[in-house]
């Protein structure tokens, strides 16, 4: 009992390296430079706001499809694609391993991540009223009945029964040697 107990936590303890965490933070920083408290939301505050969100998920997506090797020591980092690792730094001699292949775990992870964003996203009355104006009580109503919430646990629970061991971008742990 105390292995599996053992093995929950090391599991949960990788979602913050799932969970777009550092994309909403920059979504909720930026948010409030271009949409002040109570002004009206005008065609360009929606225009700002819509490109903010499509370049979040976009973060979202490209992060879920990174990970990083060694080579003499040294951690690199590249772009994970069908055939295999793309590595950042040109002249590197990329691994070969099947493991640095794309798959469709990688795609159902960066799927996830992106509906996470969008759902604590459009929690936000901010967001809401801007793209969505005159269905604030509709959208609302969703949220209270804890939308996001079970949007972040279902997530939450398919990142740990599809998990994956990519070492990408920002990830806690040293690259794989």
Known sequence: MANGFQKTLSKTSLLVNFLPTSTLLTFETLVPTFYHGGAACNSVTTLMLTALLTLCVLSCFFFHFTDSFSVGGRVYYGFVTPCGLVAFNPGIDEPKDDKYKLGVVDVVHAVMSALV???????????SGCLYPGHEKEIDEVMNQGFPLIIGIVCSALFLVFHKYRHGIGFLEAAAA
């Open 117 to 127: 964003f969008l759902a604590i996203a459009f929690s936000d009355r901010r967001v």
